[in-house]
């Protein structure tokens, strides 16, 4: 089974989805898939570059978008490519029908935060006639680094559920609801993510020597 990973985030390799899509890749290959990945930042860039992608998505078995919640949706590389997906399908009858999965995280504590961003990728699967094979989503992904081994508990709920996922998706099947609902477990507790986040905010702000609060609203309404 060929399947692509498109990795969505433009910060490419710095990016959480980036480490999760190559954790998810590896896991693939492990249950005996052969897995290729692509920048889509980078190869949405130019013609031969998009060319390139579209190919790659029709001699795939499986896709899988990995990326980073941007406004309740997909980053806009990643957009222009379901874009372009889409007409290309539109003009050239397919020769087959590639499976598509979504793996997305968000800097929210919640997961279901990524919820309409699933429902976007569902929709695009059934609209451009490939079989929707699921998706694993993540709230806190602002915790994540490049040792996932270093967050509270070892990430153990973060490998479980990709191992789980790509034994079922390796040989056709779905992502099972196990690996779902272990995949949107929090990473830690929710004031300790959220204390977190705000000392992150504050060593930016004296960094960037900010003088005002964080709280200044300038252009607030009374």
């Not at 498109?6 to 998810?24: C, E, F």
């Not at 249950?31 to 930042?41: L, Q």
């Not at 007409?87 to 020769?95: F, G, H, N, Q």
């Not at 915790?143 to 990430?155: A, E, I, R, V």
């Amino acid at each position: 089974m060929n399947a692509l990973i498109l990795i969505g985030s433009p910060k490419g390799r710095n990016s959480a989805s980036y480490v999760l899509g190559s954790m998810l890749a590896g896991y693939l290959q492990k249950h005996g898939a052969t897995v290729s990945e692509e920048m889509v930042h980078h190869g949405i860039r130019s013609k031969d570059g998009t060319d390139r992608l579209l190919d790659a998505v029709d001699a795939s078995d499986l896709v899988v978008f990995a990326f980073p919640l941007y406004v309740d949706s997909l980053p806009a590389p990643l957009t222009c490519l379901l874009e372009r997906i889409a007409e290309r399908r539109a003009l050239i009858v397919p020769t087959r029908a590639p499976r598509l999965a979504a793996l997305v995280q968000c800097g929210f504590p919640e997961s279901h935060q990524c919820d309409t961003a699933v429902g976007i990728c569902r929709v695009f699967a059934e609209r451009t006639g490939m079989r929707w094979a699921g998706a694993l989503a993540m709230g806190m992904g602002g915790s994540l680094g490049g040792d996932l081994k270093k967050l509270p508990g070892g990430g153990k709920n973060i490998f479980r559920a990709l191992d789980m996922a790509s034994e079922s998706l390796a040989v056709g099947g779905d992502i099972p609801p196990e690996a779902v609902g272990l995949f949107a477990k929090p990473l830690m507790p929710r004031w300790m993510y959220t204390a977190f986040g705000n000392l992150g905010w504050h060593m930016q702000m004296r960094k960037n020597k900010t003088r005002r609060p964080m709280t200044y609203r300038p252009y607030a309404q009374g």
